[in-house]
Structure formats: structure tokens, C-alpha cells
Nanobody, 120 residues
Framework: DVQLVESGGGSVQTGGSLKLSCVAS????????MGWFRKAPGKEREGVAA???????TYTDSVKGRFTVSRDNAKNTIVLQMIDLKPEDSGMYYC???????????????WGQGTQVTVS
């Protein structure tokens, strides 16, 4: 079965940094778009960052220049490096995956349990 397991969340002050990791099992990462979503209380789930099989990345406008997503197919792992964090970045961050060479925000079908990020 497919499992996506996130780690690295925590509480930081405004301007701080966090690195989130997601380890996938049950899939070969090289065939999947991998992404990060977040959900804040009272808000809809939002796509944050995604990385295609060739390493091409996509970010929501609010995190451009501050977040970096990368993949290591050999380790079946993706990382979201977050710097200059703001209170509006707070939420539960979910790792997600969908099959295919390129990324589509509406196509993600596999989801992790999430890791909490709190910025104050």
C-alpha cells in the first residue's frame, strides 16, 4: 500500500525557518508528481508547492521566494524548505502524490497524515 509520512513541523517565530520532509513507500517516486498542501482552520486546503518528475517546481504566489521544494527519487523523499515564515503560513501541511510526468493541482490522490506548522 502507498504511504506518505511527513515530518519536521513545529512552532517557530515570525521570520524563522522549518524543513519538512516526506518519505514515500509503496510507489516509485520517479513516476509521480509530488506536492505539499496546507490547511488552516476556517480556510480551504491550498496547494503550496509541487515538483514534477524532472524537478520542475511550482509554487503558490504567497510562498514564492521563501519556500523551496525538492525531490530525491533514490530516497523516495521530498523536502519543503521554508524560510522567512509568516503567521499566515500556519496550518497543517500535507504531502501528496499523483502519477504522471507533470503536476496538476487537481490530480493528487495519495495523501499523508500531515505535520503541523505554527508561526507566531
Amino acid at each position: 500500500d502507498v504511504q506518505l509520512v511527513e515530518s519536521g513541523g513545529g512552532s517557530v517565530q515570525t521570520g524563522g525557518s522549518l524543513k519538512l520532509s516526506c518519505v514515500a513507500s509503496g510507489i516509485t517516486l520517479g513516476g509521480y508528481c509530488m506536492g505539499w498542501f496546507r490547511k488552516a482552520p476556517g480556510k480551504e486546503r491550498e496547494g503550496v508547492a509541487a515538483v514534477a518528475t524532472d524537478g520542475d517546481t511550482t509554487y503558490t504566489d504567497s510562498v514564492k521566494g521563501r519556500f523551496t521544494v525538492s525531490r530525491d527519487n533514490a530516497k523516495n523523499t521530498i523536502v519543503l524548505q521554508m524560510i522567512d515564515l509568516k503567521p499566515e503560513d500556519s496550518g497543517m501541511y500535507y504531502c501528496a502524490a499523483h502519477a504522471g510526468r507533470y503536476c496538476y493541482w487537481t490530480s493528487f490522490g495519495y495523501w499523508g497524515q500531515g505535520t503541523q506548522v505554527t508561526v507566531s
